[in-house]
């Protein structure tokens, strides 16, 4: 299976109801209320989410990502792919696909 196939373009990538968000300058911590887990991100995660977490679509937010960041389309799927395989095994987002 190709990264691509695991996060499709269409997919849809939200913050889940019982996790609280809070921006810290640049960076951002995440809460879930449910298993107490806390959950930082970088300045570059951080906005990472934040386009994803307002974009229509995945593919939208990745279009939008590759032209306020000069890195390799490939390179850029690949870290934001880990970054919500990581926060999906946390139970910080939900994804409709």
């Given at each position: 299976?190709?990264?691509?196939?695991?996060?499709?373009?269409?997919?849809?990538?939200?913050?889940?109801?019982?996790?609280?968000?809070?921006?810290?300058?640049?960076?951002?911590?995440?809460?879930?209320?449910?298993?107490?887990?806390?959950?930082?991100?970088?300045?570059v995660g951080a906005?990472?989410?934040?386009?994803?977490?307002?974009?229509?679509?995945?593919?939208?937010?990745?279009?939008?990502?590759?032209?306020?960041?000069?890195?390799?389309?490939?390179?850029?799927?690949?870290?934001?792919?880990?970054?919500?395989?990581?926060?999906?095994?946390?139970?910080?987002?939900?994804?409709?696909?």
């Amino acid at each position: 299976m190709t990264m691509e196939s695991s996060w499709p373009d269409k997919a849809q990538v939200r913050i889940h109801p019982q996790v609280l968000l809070h921006q810290v300058e640049d960076e951002a911590v995440l809460l879930n209320l449910d298993s107490g887990v806390y959950y930082g991100l970088d300045a570059v995660g951080a906005r990472m989410m934040q386009v994803v977490h307002q974009s229509a679509t995945l593919g939208d937010a990745i279009g939008l990502l590759l032209r306020e960041y000069e890195v390799d389309g490939t390179q850029l799927r690949a870290d934001l792919h880990r970054l919500l395989d990581d926060m999906q095994a946390q139970g910080l987002i939900v994804v409709e696909r």
